[in-house]
């Protein structure tokens, strides 16, 4: 039995990348079907759509700073920085199911151009955001293992999308802040 540890390794991350990816993308799709909750919670939750923005303008310019380092060979500082643009998705997660678990979903309320926009701007992310989850643990996975042109073929595609996911999270709060 002549196992290479690298493949026994490979195959259980993207088993726990596929699990995750479920997991994340399924927990965000219940929360629209689960009733409001009718309790106190002792805090203005209407705080947290801010808190997602600013949660995802961080991510933005984390995932920005990593692709300057990496694109001058710097690889310390892009880890970092990945690392840093991973713990601010994870807070944004949080305060996002936490808000959208606690209050009722927000409805744009303006019309003419603008709407359409928004609209196309939501419908987008949304797509994507259930698109990167994998994506970015799947890059992830390789570069923290060392898969480097494995690591470089995805993340072509992770980072670019991660960007915009980012950038349009921080669009759709702007837009429809005036109707929470």
């Not at 990593?66 to 807070?91: C, E, G, M, V, Y």
């Not at 799947?138 to 060392?146: F, I």
Request: charged share 10%; aromatic share 16%; proline share 4%.
């Amino acid at each position: 039995m002549n196992q290479n540890p690298s493949s026994t390794n490979k195959k259980s991350y993207t088993g726990l990348v596929v699990f995750l990816s479920i997991l994340i993308n399924a927990l965000v799709v219940v929360l629209f079907f689960l009733p409001e909750y009718e309790g106190e919670t002792g805090f203005d939750i209407t705080v947290l759509p801010l808190l997602n923005a600013v949660f995802n303008s961080f991510t933005f310019v984390f995932l920005l700073a990593a692709l300057w380092f990496i694109l001058r060979k710097n690889i310390k500082l892009h880890r970092r920085f990945i690392f840093a643009a991973f713990t601010s998705t994870t807070l944004f997660l949080i305060s996002y199911v936490s808000y959208h678990y606690l209050a009722e979903s927000t409805s744009y309320g303006g019309e003419g151009p603008l709407k359409y926009i928004y609209y196309f701007i939501l419908i987008t992310h949304i797509i994507l955001a259930a698109v990167i989850v994998p994506l970015a643990l799947l890059s992830l996975v390789r570069g923290l293992t060392m898969q480097v042109e494995k690591h470089r073929k995805i993340a072509r595609w992770t980072m670019p999308l991660w960007l915009y996911v980012s950038l349009t999270g921080v669009l759709v709060y702007i837009l429809i802040s005036p109707y929470y």
